[in-house]
């Protein structure tokens, strides 16, 4: 096959696919003449290319522009019902799933509790009994009746360092109880996701960063942090020379020597002080009742009432004491993240640091830019992230629609391998001027 410096004729062609597919998807709908501006083809490359992706039902029509003196143009866009994703947000206090169309749109969900906090350790079959069922589930109410497109993948966010082998994704979750665990082939062993279907596994603070680049508050930057703040903490690192974005164990930092003991074995980790579960310990052991049976979420709530009151009514202090406690170690912990990356800024993320909002934030902004080296900090912007409780399962379904882009928008053949995904590549050059001050 012939070559053009070290590529082949189809290697260029995938190229010029997938920078269409991405210019589209991004940006578009687009007339052909801006198209081609845009991906950086000639006008007959362009021309080439969309009719080819037109065949293949990847894209579709879109309305008219008209032009000055001249015929209209007509404008594509990525065709939505092509192809279905679904993302999987393996969290600590239950498994949610949901599928999406390829603009995103979420066509079903679900979700299933995970056993209580008291032993931490999650039995693997149940976690990937639930995984399982939950997909089942979702793709069962988007049937063939709902004219739902090609399945492209299913992504899965999980707290833990994701390994990669020969076997598959690898699980070392400590603070659940998973060591080594080969949750994918678990999950391909079952005989219940289909053979051709690409899985792709992958940490959860990075694919909620990987949401949050794409959709959300990270739009525009080259350099990020974003912060996992739910039962415990994590971060995503996106720098120039971390280009794919990088899982950092964030949470067990080093706060405190010989401090509170954390939930992964050793002492004084940030997240025995940050995390839900340890700012909730906190609170019991000063005093605070949460409701009784209350899962983490009700009894943060009730944190947060008794500290922030309504109607004029007087903070609890003991609960007030604890919240602010907590800033300041979270802020703390951003000062590190600001020292040792230099983002241009950070998210904040997770149902907990959510949950908490703007006020808390606040105040955690405030202890970071003190602990933080002053000229790293007068150019980080600290945010809430934009994409909500779902940011980990949309992360999670970005991970097979990269890679789908990356092939040019072609099906993987049967017995290939899923490529290693490539959601920070596919971002192309639509980072620059996006995103608005911090």
């Given at each position: ?113 995970l056993p209580g906090h008291g ?173 009784p049976g209350a899962d983490e ?13 309504g109607d004029g009514a007087e ?124």
């Amino acid at each position: 096959m012939a070559r053009h410096s070290g590529r082949t004729v189809r290697d260029l062609r995938r190229e010029s696919r997938t920078a269409v597919l991405q210019r589209l998807y991004f940006d578009g709908p687009m007339s052909r003449l801006a198209l081609g501006s845009a991906a950086g083809l000639s006008s007959g490359s362009v021309s080439n290319v969309v009719a080819e992706l037109m065949a293949d039902g990847l894209l579709e029509e879109a309305g008219s522009l008209g032009a000055d003196g001249g015929r209209p143009r007509t404008l594509v866009r990525v065709a939505a019902g092509r192809g279905r994703l679904v993302g999987v947000d393996v969290g600590e206090t239950r498994v949610r799933v949901e599928l999406f169309d390829l603009s995103m749109s979420e066509l079903a969900r679900t979700e299933r509790a995970l056993p209580g906090h008291g032993s931490r350790s999650y039995d693997v079959g149940v976690v990937a009994g639930h995984i399982l069922d939950g997909v089942a589930e979702v793709l069962g109410a988007d049937g063939p009746g709902q004219g739902g497109g090609e399945l492209l993948g299913v992504g899965v966010g999980v707290p833990g360092i994701v390994e990669r082998g020969a076997g598959g994704a690898l699980v070392h979750g400590q603070t659940i109880g998973w060591d080594a665990v080969p949750l994918e082939a678990l999950l391909h062993g079952s005989g219940r996701l289909p053979a051709h279907v690409p899985l792709f596994i992958d940490n959860g603070a990075k694919t909620l960063g990987q949401a949050e680049m794409w959709f959300g508050g990270g739009r525009g930057a080259h350099n990020a942090v974003v912060v996992l703040f739910g039962s415990g903490v994590g971060a995503c690192v996106v720098t120039d020379e971390v280009e794919h974005g990088r899982a950092v164990e964030w949470g067990h930092l080093t706060v405190r020597v010989r401090g509170r003991r954390c939930r992964c074995g050793a002492r004084g980790c940030l997240e025995a002080y940050a995390g839900a579960e340890a700012l909730l310990a906190r609170w019991r052991e000063a005093g605070g009742e949460p409701p009784p049976g209350a899962d983490e979420e009700a009894a943060l709530t009730a944190l947060l009432s008794a500290a922030r009151p309504g109607d004029g009514a007087e903070p609890d202090p003991v609960a007030a004491e604890v919240l602010a406690e907590t800033a300041e170690y979270l802020g703390a912990g951003l000062a590190d993240l600001i020292n040792l990356f230099q983002p241009e800024r950070i998210l904040v993320g997770g149902w907990a640091g959510l949950q908490l909002g703007a006020p808390f934030l606040e105040s955690v902004r405030a202890h970071a830019l003190a602990h933080a080296l002053r000229h790293p900090a007068g150019r980080v912007g600290i945010a809430l992230g934009r994409l909500g409780p779902d940011a980990v399962t949309v992360g999670a379904a970005i991970l097979p629609l990269a890679a789908f882009f990356a092939r040019g928008g072609r099906r993987l053949p049967i017995d290939s391998p899923a490529p290693t995904p490539a959601w920070r590549t596919a971002l192309g050059g639509r980072l620059a001027g996006q995103w608005g001050g911090g």
